[in-house]
């Protein structure tokens, strides 16, 4: 049997370990992103061997992300199938979700015919180059400078590392920017709005690095995210005033540029399927996507 518990901070350690092993570039992979968003998708975790599985459950099925860790195709056909005899041990359907697109052949030959896959563009994670991201280079960046030259414009701007000085202003913000685009009417925003306080309320603990953006010494933008694989720095959250214009392009590029100079790609996760998220992440010209799948079985 294999056992479940809540996501705690004292798992990052370990869960920090194995998924260094596995060098994965996903979202999924990363302990602040599997943390924050925890309680809003009801996710438990368990270690199974020298991986890491997480789970959760909900309209028939138990799902899985594609598991992480360290060991050999034996080891990791066994863990796969102590998963599958804890999703029929429930009465529910077996899925597997996300799985990296580059893992479905193998999934595939591991179980041959077992599994129904589909494709899942809404959980494409948005890579990018750093480098692309911090110069903005070239014509099809044009518009990008030009809100930057509009912020650059504004009287005593700044930009700052975020610590544990001045990471209370940034939740103060994130209280003034959730009033402002309504996130107690929006069940997706308030959902955000608890993971993210919980994140900013973490900061130390989950060793983030963040930056702020200052006009007139107000707090007008500020992000955090972290290295998360050997080439690869995510964002995993950024928020600025609609109404300043260039913050956001600001803020991502003197974040990036400060906090993450030992990166290749940056990964600026999925755009759950928002038509307006995807061509703002679009016109950024990531690098390239990286593809996701699901695979379910059907016990019952």
Known sequence: MVNFKQIELQD??????????????????????????????????ARVDDFVVIRSLEDGWADYIYPAGRGSDEDFKKMMLALMDDADRMKLGFSLVPIPKVKQEYIEKMFPGQFKFEDIRKAYDYIYLREDLVNLAGKKYQAKRNHLHHFEELPDWSYETITQANIGECIEMNKEWCKRNGCKEDISLNAETCAVQRALHNFEALKLKGGLLRVGGRVVAYTCGEKMNSDTFIVHIEKAFDDVDGAYPMINREFLKHEAMDCKYVNREDDSGDPGLRTAKLSYHPAFLLEKCLGKIKFF
């Open 12 to 45: 990052k350690a370990w869960m920090d370990e194995l998924f260094a092993a596995s060098d994965y570039q996903g979202t999924e992979y990363g302990f602040t992103a599997m943390w924050m968003w925890s309680r809003i998708y009801n996710s438990e975790v």
